[in-house]
């Protein structure tokens, strides 16, 4: 197996993913739509870091990694680094209070649809950039 056959796997998984969110976003279950965002921004930024032969390390937030080898993408790509990095930081912030609240913190009270929108649409611009990404190593 190559680094682009297990990237493409990746963002596979990414596209079912996405279309679990908008099914979660349509329920109006808006912190598990930032939950499980999350886990496709970390899995879409993760090829990404593959297709560059990038081993990607075992946590949450890589986006800092996409910026640290920014020059190993196309400059197309390399445009909206910043900003994927800025979406991976976010949710892995979000994550566990997303899923699992505190005693003061109730996660479906907290989350509304703008979390649940701005999680979702990071989401889709991240899988949209690997995707961009895979072609131009294609």
Same mark, same amino acid.
């Given at each position: 197996?190559? !680094? ?7 963002? !596979?998984?990414? *596209? ?6 908008? &099914? $979660? $976003? =349509?329920?109006?279950?808006? =912190? /598990? ?10 899995? @879409?930024?993760? *090829? ?11 946590? !949450? ?9 920014? #020059?190993?993408?196309?400059? /197309?790509?390399?445009?909206? $680094? ?5 979406? =991976?930081?976010? $949710?892995? %912030?979000?994550?566990? &209070?997303?899923?699992?609240? /505190?005693? #003061? ?8 649809? @703008?979390? @649940? #929108? ?6 889709? %611009?991240?899988? @949209?950039? *690997?995707?961009? *990404?895979?072609? =131009?190593?294609?």
């Amino acid at each position: 197996m190559t !680094n682009v056959t297990l990237a493409q796997s990746y963002l !596979n998984k990414c *596209a079912v993913r996405l279309k679990a969110l908008r &099914l $979660l $976003l =349509s329920e109006q279950a808006y =912190s /598990d739509v930032v939950r499980e965002a999350q886990e496709v921004v970390e899995l @879409a930024q993760k *090829a990404m870091l593959r297709l560059v032969g990038v081993e990607p390390p075992k946590h !949450n937030n890589v986006g800092y990694l996409l910026l640290e080898y920014r #020059d190993m993408f196309t400059e /197309d790509v390399r445009d909206e $680094l910043e900003e994927l990095a800025e979406v =991976s930081k976010w $949710l892995r %912030k979000e994550r566990e &209070l997303a899923f699992y609240g /505190d005693v #003061d913190f109730i996660p479906t009270v907290e989350y509304g649809p @703008a979390e @649940a #929108d701005r999680a979702f649409h990071g989401a889709h %611009k991240t899988v @949209a950039v *690997a995707e961009r *990404a895979l072609r =131009s190593r294609a």
